[in-house]
């Protein structure tokens, strides 16, 4: 793998500390491949976690016998923070990342992800990164040039309005959480191109979507020469496992669930769902994660619009009715035209279909 030109030792401390840090990160990197968070024979990913100095990008917040924990760090209490590295690692493999891609990155932080991303596109490649806090996206940028990353380029400013002027990207990925696909966002992700969030549904944690952005086989057979917004769509699916993230900010916040389909977002209408798929829960303990996923994505697909009136029974009946499907078994469809979740399934895959309306794509 192609290196950046990292800074030097008398910049980043003397020697004896950087012995102990590189120790301690290789000791890291060793934890998320017992577990199972980096592939063994993923040696991209597991060479840019070994290169990566994540304690410069903490500086003054943690030591770095923090820094090399499997742990999350927070940089400014319920606006941002440094993720914790084994989810990092599930977030970078979902973007299937190759040497000489363009990526954006939504919500810089401490700029260490997008150390990571650099690592994995090579020198060929371009990361841009986008923090909506001015001091943490000056702070960001002087971390990366401490760590030898001068060629990430920092932008402070709305990310969920994303770079039209750098579009389009091949990978983008959103570092909060999110209820809401931004339209600019789809509009400057490429033809073939993946974007990752982590995403909110009522009643359920946060969970990694992934989705592509290809030609509509029934819009667009044979794939036009001149392609427009109606022979495009987003599909893909949920991965890895439920995350925790600050909120996306921004025009398209992460926790703003105001639009056309406010009924149907309802939080109440959350929470009620969330109490019975609690009380189901209680009932089937030891449940895999991949099917307590599965059922809650059942409860929200079939039963969001009448959560008031649902009871667990209800939901567990119609889980148990579609073969007890798990996380895996859901897809997400955007189309061009969309809004709100809809309940209308495939129900040979379980794919959620979305639609959109006007200038927003909410799910």
Avoid at 166 to 176: G, L, M, Q, S
């Amino acid at each position: 793998m192609a290196r950046r030109e990292h800074g030097s030792p008398g910049k980043r401390g003397s020697d004896a500390q950087e012995a102990v840090a590189a120790r301690l990160r290789q000791g890291l990197v060793d934890e998320l491949i017992s577990k199972g968070y980096i592939d063994l024979d993923d040696r991209p990913l597991e060479e840019a976690f070994r290169a990566v100095p994540r304690h410069l990008f903490v500086a003054g917040v943690a030591d770095p016998g923090y820094a090399y924990r499997d742990e999350v760090i927070p940089l400014k209490p319920g606006a941002s923070t440094v993720s914790q590295p084994s989810v990092v690692a599930i977030m970078l493999k979902g973007l299937e990342l190759e040497p000489r891609l363009k990526v954006l990155e939504i919500g810089t932080a401490s700029g260490y992800s997008a150390a990571l991303l650099a690592e994995l596109v090579g020198p060929e490649g371009k990361v841009y990164t986008v923090e909506i806090d001015p001091q943490l996206a000056q702070q960001a940028r002087q971390a990366l040039d401490r760590a030898g990353y001068p060629g990430v380029e920092v932008r402070a400013g709305d990310g969920s309005l994303g770079l039209p002027e750098e579009a389009p990207f091949d990978r983008i990925v959103i570092t909060a959480t999110t209820a809401r696909i931004s339209p600019q966002l789809v509009e400057q992700l490429a033809v073939g191109g993946v974007l990752l969030t982590p995403f909110n549904l009522p009643g359920l944690p946060s969970l990694l979507l992934r989705l592509r952005k290809e030609v509509n086989p029934g819009e667009a057979p044979g794939r036009p020469a001149h392609l427009d917004h109606g022979d495009l769509r987003l599909a893909g699916e949920f991965v890895g496992v439920p995350v925790c993230f600050v909120p996306l900010r921004g025009a398209y916040r992460g926790d703003d669930r105001r639009g056309a389909d406010s009924d149907v977002l309802d939080p109440d209408g959350g929470r009620a769902l969330a109490r019975a798929l609690a009380l189901v829960l209680r009932r089937m303990p030891g449940l895999p994660l991949d099917e307590q996923m599965g059922l809650g994505l059942m409860g929200v697909w079939k039963y969001r619009e009448a959560a008031e009136r649902i009871d667990e029974d209800t939901i567990l009946n119609a889980w148990r009715a579609e073969g007890r499907p798990g996380l895996k078994r859901f897809g997400v469809e955007v189309a061009p035209e969309a809004l709100r979740l809809k309940q209308a399934v495939d129900l040979e895959k379980l794919r959620i279909f979305v639609k959109s309306l006007g200038n927003q794509v909410d799910i």
